[in-house]
Structures are given as structure tokens and as C-alpha cells.
């Protein structure tokens, strides 16, 4: 009697946690979190009124000071002005701001994709889109398809050069930080080591005082330089882009900032309905061909 009743409780308890385990798997379980998924459509998470940036209501961008022509008119980056402050506007406009929202800062060239927490929602200044720097900050698509340039002074022996071999032995120079400096190294890889400058002011004056043979620049500004500034300086030649993928400028925002795809769809839009083609040639229709150095 009592192995029977033993045998019972038995096997009533393994019906039950059957049951249990089969209303446990039939049983719906935990939804995702709120905050883990879109709050609305692409379009609704990029309206103004929903970007979280750096002050509410206003657009945030950074760029170097001097702000260099041609990406900048006479040193003023809120004038609306040149090729990078054209740009921003535009993708402010797109992304819904106003000219009068945009609040302009100041930040050094190596310090806008250093790095740590930035204090911009993104910055414009002639920042060339690599792997190494993603590592750091993110960027947009590309605003700007460029080339690297070699100025030199018109009675320079290097401004005869007509091959990268023939600027393997004159001293070259460039603003630290650049993909020009990195052209000099890594597709010249000149006998002497290169000058590195903090800015381009002092990689002109260089150039104009004989401390440097010849200086790298992107095309547009080698332009700007030889019309402008340094008329007794010519373009030599210009690099071909390395690995056969044109270098980009980029926008550059804080690393894992909720602001990247918005900024991205932004320039893409403009990208495709013309207005970047209509602001290039507008502010950089002077940055025609120049001799391509192999």
C-alpha cells in the first residue's frame, strides 16, 4: 500500500513539472526594452526637433582657426562662404536647422578626431576619412573627393621634378596630422626626413623662406596658394589616390555619436540631388588638372 502510494506521488509529480516546463516554453516571454529599439522611421529619428545634440535646438559645428580659403572665406566659417562652410550649411538645412541655429567652434585640426568626447555635433576642416582615425570618431559619407598636390618654388630644383622619384631627394614638408604628410612618407618616402608643420601658415612661410624644397597640400589649396598667396610658387604634380579608392573628406562626429547616420543621410542627399556638385564648382572651379606625378 505504501509503494503504491509512493509510486502515485511519484508519478503525479513528474506530470506536473512536465506540465510546468510546457507552460514555461508556451509562455511569452520578456519583450525588448523601449530604448533597444527605432523609435520611428529614419526620417523621424533625423527630424529636428528629435537630434540630440550638443544644445538643444542648435547645430553645433567645429572647424580650425585661420580657416583656410578655399574651404573658408576670409577667415570667417559663419559667413556662409566657401566650399566647407557652404557644405556645412547645407547639411544643417537638410538635417533642418536654420542658418541661424548653427553655432560655430573653434578646434584644432589633430584635436577634432583625437581621441575623447567632443564638444561639437560634428566638425568640417579638410579631414580625410581613414580606418586608423575611425578608430577614434566617426565620420559621414564623403563631402569631397581629393587629391594630394606638391607646390614648390617656381626657381626650386624641385619644382622640376616630373616623377615621385625626382622628389626623393629634395626636402619636403607638410601640416602634421595630414594624409599629405603621409603621402611624403608612404608614396615619396624621401631620402631626408620630412618637416612637419602645426599648421599650413607655417608650411607656407617654410616654402617662402627656402626651409623646405617643396610642400604638400590637398589640390584645392595648392591652387589657392599659387594664385594667392605664394605667387612665385607653382604646382608641380599632383598624387594619384593610393589602392585605387579616392580620398574622401569626411564629417567627423563623436565615436558612437547617435548623430552619424542623420549627418550621413544628409550628405548623401546632397550628394544626389547636386548641390555638393553645385557648391564645388562655385567655390573650387579654380582646382582644374594638374600633372599627375608616377
Given at each position: 500500500m505504501?509503494?503504491?502510494?509512493?509510486?502515485?506521488?511519484?508519478?503525479?509529480?513528474?506530470?506536473?513539472?512536465?506540465?510546468?516546463a510546457?507552460?514555461?516554453?508556451?509562455?511569452?516571454?520578456?519583450?525588448?526594452?523601449?530604448?533597444?529599439?527605432?523609435?520611428?522611421?529614419?526620417?523621424?529619428?533625423?527630424?529636428?526637433?528629435e537630434?540630440?545634440?550638443e544644445?538643444?535646438?542648435?547645430?553645433?559645428?567645429?572647424?580650425?582657426?585661420?580657416?583656410?580659403?578655399?574651404?573658408?572665406k576670409?577667415?570667417?566659417?559663419?559667413?556662409?562662404?566657401?566650399?566647407?562652410?557652404?557644405?556645412?550649411?547645407?547639411?544643417?538645412?537638410?538635417?533642418?536647422?536654420?542658418?541661424?541655429?548653427a553655432?560655430?567652434?573653434?578646434?584644432?585640426?589633430?584635436?577634432a578626431?583625437?581621441?575623447?568626447?567632443?564638444?561639437?555635433?560634428?566638425?568640417?576642416?579638410?579631414?580625410?576619412?581613414?580606418?586608423?582615425?575611425?578608430?577614434?570618431v566617426?565620420?559621414?559619407?564623403?563631402?569631397?573627393?581629393?587629391?594630394?598636390?606638391?607646390?614648390?618654388?617656381k626657381?626650386?630644383?624641385?619644382?622640376?621634378?616630373?616623377?615621385?622619384?625626382?622628389?626623393?631627394?629634395?626636402?619636403?614638408?607638410?601640416?602634421?596630422?595630414?594624409?599629405s604628410?603621409?603621402?611624403?612618407n608612404?608614396?615619396?618616402?624621401?631620402?631626408e626626413?620630412?618637416?612637419?608643420?602645426?599648421k599650413?601658415?607655417?608650411?607656407?612661410?617654410a616654402?617662402?623662406?627656402g626651409?623646405?624644397?617643396?610642400?604638400?597640400v590637398?589640390?584645392?589649396?595648392?591652387?589657392?596658394?599659387?594664385?594667392?598667396?605664394?605667387?612665385?610658387?607653382?604646382?608641380?604634380?599632383?598624387?594619384?589616390?593610393?589602392?585605387?579608392?579616392?580620398?574622401?573628406?569626411?564629417?567627423?562626429?563623436?565615436k558612437?555619436?547617435?548623430?552619424?547616420?542623420?549627418?550621413?543621410?544628409?550628405?548623401?542627399?546632397?550628394?544626389?540631388?547636386?548641390?555638393?556638385?553645385?557648391?564645388?564648382?562655385?567655390?573650387?572651379?579654380?582646382?582644374?588638372d594638374?600633372?599627375?606625378?608616377?
Amino acid at each position: 500500500m505504501h509503494l503504491a502510494q509512493r509510486a502515485l506521488r511519484r508519478a503525479a509529480s513528474t506530470a506536473t513539472v512536465a506540465l510546468l516546463a510546457v507552460a514555461v516554453g508556451c509562455a511569452p516571454q520578456p519583450e525588448e526594452k523601449a530604448s533597444d529599439k527605432p523609435s520611428g522611421s529614419g526620417a523621424e529619428a533625423c527630424a529636428k526637433g528629435e537630434l540630440g545634440t550638443e544644445a538643444s535646438g542648435k547645430l553645433t559645428i567645429a572647424t580650425d582657426q585661420p580657416a583656410y580659403e578655399p574651404w573658408f572665406k576670409d577667415d570667417k566659417p559663419a559667413n556662409g562662404e566657401g566650399f566647407e562652410s557652404a557644405v556645412a550649411y547645407a547639411v544643417a538645412k537638410q538635417l533642418g536647422y536654420d542658418k541661424g541655429d548653427a553655432v560655430w567652434q573653434s578646434v584644432p585640426f589633430n584635436k577634432a578626431f583625437a581621441p575623447g568626447e567632443k564638444t561639437f555635433d560634428f566638425d568640417i576642416n579638410q579631414v580625410s576619412i581613414s580606418d586608423e582615425r575611425k578608430k577614434a570618431v566617426d565620420f559621414s559619407s564623403g563631402y569631397y573627393d581629393v587629391r594630394q598636390a606638391v607646390i614648390a618654388l617656381k626657381d626650386s630644383k624641385a619644382a622640376k621634378a616630373k616623377s615621385i622619384a625626382d622628389l626623393k631627394g629634395v626636402k619636403l614638408g607638410a601640416q602634421v596630422g595630414t594624409t599629405s604628410l603621409n603621402y611624403i612618407n608612404d608614396v615619396v618616402k624621401p631620402t631626408e626626413q620630412p618637416a612637419a608643420y602645426a599648421k599650413n601658415d607655417q608650411a607656407k612661410s617654410a616654402l617662402k623662406n627656402g626651409q623646405v624644397d617643396a610642400i604638400v597640400v590637398d589640390l584645392p589649396t595648392a591652387f589657392y596658394i599659387t594664385a594667392a598667396e605664394v605667387t612665385d610658387a607653382r604646382i608641380v604634380g599632383q598624387f594619384e589616390n593610393q589602392g585605387g579608392t579616392p580620398e574622401q573628406f569626411g564629417l567627423v562626429l563623436d565615436k558612437g555619436s547617435a548623430l552619424t547616420s542623420c549627418v550621413t543621410d544628409a550628405v548623401d542627399a546632397l550628394r544626389e540631388d547636386g548641390t555638393l556638385a553645385a557648391v564645388e564648382k562655385q567655390w573650387l572651379s579654380d582646382a582644374v588638372d594638374a600633372p599627375v606625378l608616377k
